[in-house]
């Protein structure tokens, strides 16, 4: 399979706890993107990368959050001290950048705070 | 900041219905994509449209981009129960080309 990889699937924690989530993107894109959503909303960006470099974060991204792409390959996004308003599917995709924007979604990390 | 607002937010139809869903943004769009996201899936990539007035085809579907780049709309021509799902339309404007700002989508369910 060589489409878009998260892990894990789901996570439940409680409230206070630090959460790490992963994403293998597709392996020729060198951009990766983190998206959250809740039920009945779209996808709501969180943050992105061109290669490791972080271009973009939200506004709305609380400093409890924080991405990193070490080597331009897979990403990770952390929770630190998670809430129950972080309760969410974190969607990750990629793009292979350079004019094509298609954004390649996988199947998230479903978390649930306690 | 951008907003991107989609109606109707939910739409029921009889299976060989047509369907219709807008999309319009706050801002001018450098482009503006499509997706589809089925029950307890993630989003699928539909179409691109990046020229004024573009319009696009695929079998069934037929994806307009506005004159003035700030609203779309997506059509199925005769629904079929394969095309139950939320569909989401995301725009990336010029100062923001890596970001897309997705609308909250419209969700269709089809009666057979």
């Known amino acids: 399979d060589t489409g878009v990889s998260q892990d894990p699937r789901h996570k439940i924690t409680k409230r206070g706890q630090n959460v790490t989530f992963r994403c293998d993107p597709i392996?020729?894109?060198?951009?990766l993107y983190w998206y959250r959503q809740t039920l009945g909303q779209g996808p709501e960006f969180l943050t992105y990368?061109?290669?490791?470099?972080?271009?973009?974060k939200s506004r709305l991204l609380s400093d409890r959050f924080s991405a990193e792409r070490p080597k331009g390959s897979f990403s990770t996004l952390e929770i630190q001290r998670t809430e129950q308003g972080d309760s969410a599917m974190y969607l990750c995709?990629?793009?292979f950048g350079r004019g094509d924007e298609k954004l390649f979604f996988g199947s998230g990390t479903q978390l649930s705070v306690l | 900041g951008q907003q991107v607002m989609q109606i109707p937010q939910y739409q029921h139809v009889q299976e060989g219905e047509d369907f219709t869903t807008y999309c319009n943004s706050s801002?001018?769009?450098?482009?503006i994509q499509w997706y589809k996201q089925r029950p307890g899936g993630h989003p699928v990539f539909l179409i691109q449209?990046?020229?004024?007035?573009e319009v696009k085809k695929q079998k069934r579907l037929t994806f307009q981009f506005g004159e003035a780049k700030k609203n779309s709309s997506l059509h199925i021509t005769a629904t079929q129960t394969t095309d139950v799902g939320t569909y989401f339309c995301?725009?990336?404007?010029?100062?923001?080309?890596?970001?897309?700002?997705f609308g909250d989508g419209t969700t269709l369910t089809v009666k057979p």
């Open positions: 995709a990629s793009s």
């Open positions: 801002t001018t769009l450098s482009n």
């Open positions: 995301a725009g990336r404007t010029r100062a923001n080309a890596g970001k897309s700002t």
């Open positions: 449209l990046v020229k004024s007035g």
């Open positions: 392996s020729e894109h060198n951009r």
């Open positions: 990368f061109q290669n490791e470099a972080q271009l973009e």
